[in-house]
């Protein structure tokens, strides 16, 4: 959850450090110690991410407990807010399965109000089991391939709204998505994905989509298995 580090180390200084464990995981907090006063490192250091900047000579039990207390209130008010989002995202899509068939077109104003990412270019719907091998699966094979992704959740099933990379051509979208169903394809469970939709006013058509896609696979395999 959180990190002391120094600034001052040897093969890798405390800031490389930094810039690793955000890339990596961008969830934990990174205080960086120093002994140095100069601005420029604390510059640096709150440029990369870093939670808070502790000078050596000034470090206190008492300013550590007052640190681990600032970086506990920050982490709760992240959860809280992380919790809101993924609730408004929900009922988003909730309302986008409901009333697909009646639903006026989608604006980018409807989506950031739900906590959703996605431009008006190039996206897909993708739905699959919400478990956590299929969630890092997809992460990981997808993490640099998609842009502004969003996950959200119905039932037992996750989501995934996001735009392909930006400039892709026409062509390039073709092997693009037959590269998203052999992911899928090693997904625990039955995989839907849309077609690719380039106006974000089709979203209601792309989640129905994924949802067809889905179903058909459940009901003509073992995939529900």
């Not at 800031?15 to 604390?42: G, Q, S, W």
């Not at 809280?80 to 104003?109: A, G, K, W």
């Not at 950031?112 to 719907?125: G, H, K, S, T």
């Not at 993490?143 to 995934?160: A, I």
């Amino acid at each position: 959850d959180v990190v002391f580090a120094d600034i001052t180390m040897p093969r890798m200084d405390g800031l490389e450090l930094l810039r690793n464990i955000k890339a990596a995981f961008p969830t934990v907090d990174v205080a960086m110690l120093t002994c140095h006063d100069e601005f420029d490192y604390a510059r640096r250091a709150m440029q990369y991410q870093a939670a808070d900047y502790i000078l050596k000579n000034e470090l206190t039990p008492e300013l550590l407990q007052s640190t681990f207390a600032k970086l506990r209130k920050k982490r709760a008010q992240q959860t809280t807010l992380h919790e809101v989002r993924r609730v408004s995202r929900n009922r988003f899509l909730r309302q986008l399965i409901d009333e697909s068939d009646h639903m006026y077109p989608v604006r980018l104003e409807d989506l950031r109000n739900n906590q959703i990412d996605l431009e008006n270019r190039a996206f897909l719907v993708a739905i699959f089991r919400n478990e956590p091998y299929n969630y890092d699966l997809i992460r990981e094979t997808w993490g640099d391939q998609m842009e502004n992704p969003s996950f959200c959740m119905d039932s037992n099933c996750l989501y995934l709204l996001a735009n392909l990379p930006y400039g892709i051509s026409r062509e390039d979208e073709a092997a693009y998505f037959d590269a998203m169903l052999a992911c899928g394809r090693q997904l625990h469970g039955a995989f839907g994905c849309s077609r690719i939709y380039h106006h974000l006013e089709r979203l209601p058509s792309a989640v129905l989509g994924a949802i067809r896609a889905r179903n058909c696979l459940l009901y003509t395999s073992d995939a529900a298995d």
